[in-house]
């Protein structure tokens, strides 16, 4: 067997090979074959708080857009669901799961966390001596009552930093794209993009895992490019039913990747390599070799040093096992992009 030691942080990957310490035990991921793709978002809002429309309207929304399942998020809002799942999931192909926005502050920065499927409102606590403080409060407040955390936009009001994220135990999920607007992906004026805040945490191996979210709260406004609409960012997931626990527990162990447009046909790891097929878009129904959108796949190491980059809609990764950690980042011709999660490496 090969010496190095893989530990991958995401059972999503098909065919995996783990190597463990003697003594150990190896892990025991999901049978592949049980495992399914549902596409959702994990962040939206409703009238229950700042969006422009009733619950109802929301989820009809993502269920007539081909969505497998929505968060309803709302600030300090935990909307029942059970309504919602009556009307609109009735044939067992839409899920609606409970979710709130967890808001406070911290001398004027917003720190907005998500709980996911919690078993009751998480009041917001404002409480703690610094940001990294006031966000695990929160983060223990949502796993208390059973749900899942989320960090929200870390560069919005340009109020989490890396070394704040570092300090925050037991949260695995944090926002690699928000599309609402205001939330200063890209980063500037001194301050990193998500992607290069990602790989500062990776890098000293801090494993997290990045969604893309639409953050939607205009369901109104769709013809305004300048509005939070929805359909902008999401997430599929690799879980074994269309069932809130099983999604969200999808969710925690990183059986997931995200995405602002592209989809992957075919994404595995094993202790030598890594591969990422993308499934196709033509630019209009007719299948023109000329319509096809074209794909560039790199893989990402320790430090956000790209290791590998490539054109098509296929390539493998030859894990070396000094990079620390590879995930790939695929971007499609038209700029929308897709991130895998990390796979950590060491000895």
């Known amino acids: 067997m090969n010496r190095r030691r893989l530990v991958l942080a995401s059972s999503l990957l098909c065919g995996a090979a783990w190597a463990v310490a003697p003594g150990a035990q190896a892990p025991t991921p999901v049978g592949a074959s049980a495992l399914r793709w549902f596409k959702g978002n994990t962040h939206t809002h409703t009238l229950n708080s700042d969006g422009d429309s009733t619950p109802d309207d929301v989820v009809r929304w993502y269920r007539d857009h081909k969505y497998d399942f929505?968060?309803?998020?709302?600030?300090?809002?935990?909307?029942?669901?059970?309504?919602?799942?009556?009307?609109?999931?009735?044939?067992?192909?839409?899920?609606?799961?409970?979710?709130?926005?967890?808001?406070?502050?911290?001398?004027?920065?917003?720190?907005?966390?998500?709980?996911?499927?919690?078993?009751?409102?998480?009041p917001a606590s404002r409480e703690g001596a610094s940001v990294a403080e006031v966000l695990q409060k929160n983060v223990d407040a949502?796993?208390?009552?059973?749900?899942?955390?989320?960090?929200?936009?870390?560069?919005?009001g340009w109020a989490i930093t890396a070394d704040d994220l570092a300090q925050v135990r037991n949260n695995r999920l944090f926002e690699v794209y928000n599309a609402h607007p205001m939330v200063n992906n890209v980063g500037g004026s001194g301050h990193p993009s998500l992607e290069q805040t990602w790989d500062a945490l990776l890098s000293r191996g801090i494993l997290l895992f990045g969604l893309a979210t639409d953050d939607a709260h205009e369901f109104k406004k769709l013809e305004d490019l300048s509005s939070s609409r929805p359909g902008m960012g999401w997430v599929m997931v690799r879980a074994e039913k269309l069932e809130a626990k099983a999604i969200v527990a999808a969710l925690d162990r990183g059986d997931f990747y995200a995405s602002t447009g592209v989809e992957l046909a075919d994404y595995q790891a094993s202790a030598n390599a890594i591969t990422v097929k993308v499934k196709q878009k033509f630019w209009g129904s007719g299948g023109e070799e000329n319509m096809k959108a074209g794909y560039r796949i790199q893989f990402v190491g320790k430090g956000g040093v790209v290791l590998q980059d490539g054109e098509g809609t296929n390539a493998t990764y030859t894990v070396k096992g000094t990079e620390g950690y590879v995930r790939a980042?695929?971007?499609q011709s038209d700029g929308k992009m897709a991130w895998t999660q990390p796979v950590m490496l060491g000895r």
Not at 83 to 103: Q, R
Not at 142 to 156: K, Q
């Open 329 to 331: 980042r695929i971007t």
């Open 70 to 122: 929505l968060v309803l998020t709302d600030h300090n809002y935990l909307t029942s669901v059970d309504g919602l799942n009556a009307l609109h999931g009735a044939d067992d192909k839409f899920l609606v799961i409970k979710g709130e926005e967890v808001s406070s502050g911290f001398q004027g920065k917003p720190l907005h966390i998500n709980g996911l499927n919690p078993d009751r409102l998480v």
């Open 142 to 156: 949502i796993r208390m009552a059973n749900g899942v955390p989320h960090v929200n936009h870390p560069n919005f």
